[in-house]
């Protein structure tokens, strides 16, 4: 069931990138694997799939332990200053870098272990109270603090609008997000500004992300089923 959702999702992705004329080949499917079993995350490997993402850290510092090496790990999850030396040690990919104090805790736990990171800016647009993200206007300063930050390598941005269940609800936090990093490039601010990663999307509304610009989306449900909790 599963290898048959990541080729349908793969065919999704081909035709929501042929109607924005866009490359397919420049969207990453990022599997979102919480609370879903190594059998799970091995199938999903077993149909090519190879960059996993998951929100809490325990949890995936086991699986990062026992699945095959060749995976990358995306942190998608609130990351605690406190254990921002477990993210640094065991992923590749933090996208939820929303705060100076947190970058910094990452670059010298990076720096220990040597290990370089990329990190993507989780903005909080709608300034909701009860989700994390920085907000715009506060972002550029971070990006500025993270540039004398050898170990760390801003990417781009990312974000989680609003839950909706209608996909076309999210559709103006990521037009938003795309301006937000066209206007940081244009300041040099990421690490590589001819091509900046835009995170957004996800089972709901993925398409529209594709539409409005997203490099990577984030499944979970539509990959591997309802989650329990
Ligand atoms: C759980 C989660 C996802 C995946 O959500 P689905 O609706 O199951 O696709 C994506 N991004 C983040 C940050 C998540 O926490």
């Known amino acids: 069931m599963i290898s048959e959702n990541i080729s349908n999702l793969n065919k999704r992705i081909v035709a929501a990138a042929a109607r924005c004329d866009r490359q397919s080949n420049e969207i990453s499917l990022v599997a979102v694997s919480k609370k879903k079993t190594d059998q799970n995350i091995l199938e999903a490997y077993q149909a090519g799939q190879r960059i996993f993402g998951e929100n809490y850290l325990q949890e995936a510092i086991t699986k990062t332990q026992l699945l095959p090496k060749d995976i990358t790990w995306h942190f998608i999850g609130h990351l605690q200053s406190n254990k921002a030396k477990l993210a640094a040690e065991h992923f590749t990919?933090?996208?939820?870098?929303?705060?100076?104090?947190?970058?910094?805790?990452?670059?010298?736990?990076?720096?220990?272990?040597?290990?370089?990171?990329?990190?993507?800016?989780?903005?909080?647009?709608?300034?909701?109270?009860?989700?994390?993200?920085?907000?715009?206007?506060?972002?550029?300063?971070?990006?500025?603090?993270?540039?004398?930050?050898?170990q760390l390598r801003a990417k781009g941005l990312m974000i989680i609008p609003p839950y909706n269940q209608d996909p076309e609800k999210s559709r103006p936090y990521f037009r938003e997000l795309k301006k937000l990093s066209q206007s940081f490039a244009a300041q040099n601010l990421?690490?590589?500004?001819?091509?900046?990663?835009?995170?957004?999307?996800?089972?709901?509304?993925?398409?529209?992300?594709?539409?409005?610009?997203?490099?990577?989306?984030?499944?979970?449900?539509?990959?591997?089923?309802?989650?329990?909790?």
């Open 190 to 229: 990421f690490y590589d500004n001819e091509r900046v990663e835009l995170s957004m999307g996800m089972s709901q509304d993925f398409e529209v992300a594709i539409e409005e610009g997203a490099t990577i989306i984030r499944v979970g449900t539509a990959l591997f089923g309802a989650r329990t909790y």
């Open 93 to 150: 990919v933090i996208e939820t870098v929303d705060r100076v104090k947190l970058a910094r805790l990452l670059d010298t736990h990076a720096a220990a272990c040597s290990r370089t990171l990329d990190v993507l800016i989780q903005i909080n647009i709608g300034a909701e109270q009860q989700k994390s993200g920085i907000a715009p206007e506060a972002a550029t300063a971070l990006l500025e603090a993270i540039k004398d930050m050898p």
